[in-house]
């Protein structure tokens, strides 16, 4: 490598030498997964009871990954109708350092079906603290101003450039003992202006 040298900050080796950090980090995520699957099963319950047998088959999913612009992730898919044109899902994120939070995703038909529904309920998802996503990008989760806009001051904001529509609503990490309740609260705010 001739006289190449990677060097560490001392924060860095500080990091590097320290396994607990890693081992801590594990930890949350296993956490996560399992308040999820909890989650999923409230979920289910009231998925069925407003959906039934009409939609057919789906399953909660969950997935996770190491690196959503450089920090690990998990998410819950449910329910989950994915096409190439068509996807009608809630999904709930987990995003390290950020938030968590409930976005509903509707594209093609299935935004056709429901945008009279989200546009009659508008008031109700603003009280409810939701946000419209205003980005061109449909795999964009981030709560930053270019990505989403407070549906209280974006009525006016959704894209008929684009065939999707994205409401999502976020709780900050600090508030880790609400969580649970909060994201219930927001499925099921989703649930009830959709049905």
Do not use: C
Not at 26 to 31: A, D, F, G, P, R
Not at 34 to 50: H, N, Q
Not at 168 to 194: C, N, Q, Y
Request: glycine share 8%; proline share 5%.
């Amino acid at each position: 490598m001739g006289n190449a040298k990677v060097h560490l900050s001392p924060e860095e080796m500080r990091l590097v030498t320290d396994p607990g950090v890693i081992l801590t980090k594990n930890s949350v995520m296993s956490k996560v997964i399992e308040l999820f699957g909890l989650l999923s099963e409230e979920y289910r319950a009231i998925w069925e009871g407003v959906a039934g047998d009409s939609w057919g088959p789906t399953s909660p999913k969950i997935s996770r990954g190491e690196n959503y612009r450089g920090l690990p992730w998990v998410m819950l898919d449910y329910p989950r109708y994915f096409g190439k044109e068509e996807v009608f899902a809630i999904r709930t994120l987990f995003w390290w350092g950020h938030a968590f939070s409930v976005t509903l995703h509707l594209k093609g038909g299935y935004r056709e079906r429901f945008l009279p529904a989200v546009q009659g309920r508008w008031a109700e998802l603003a009280a409810a603290g939701f946000h419209v996503g205003v980005s061109p990008d449909e795999w964009r989760h981030e709560h930053v101003p270019d990505n989403y806009r407070a549906v209280s001051e974006a009525a006016d904001l959704m894209r008929e450039d684009v065939d999707f529509l994205k409401l999502s609503s976020a709780v900050g990490l600090h508030r880790w003992e609400d969580a649970p309740a909060e994201l219930l609260s927001m499925f099921k705010t989703l649930i009830s202006v959709l049905f």
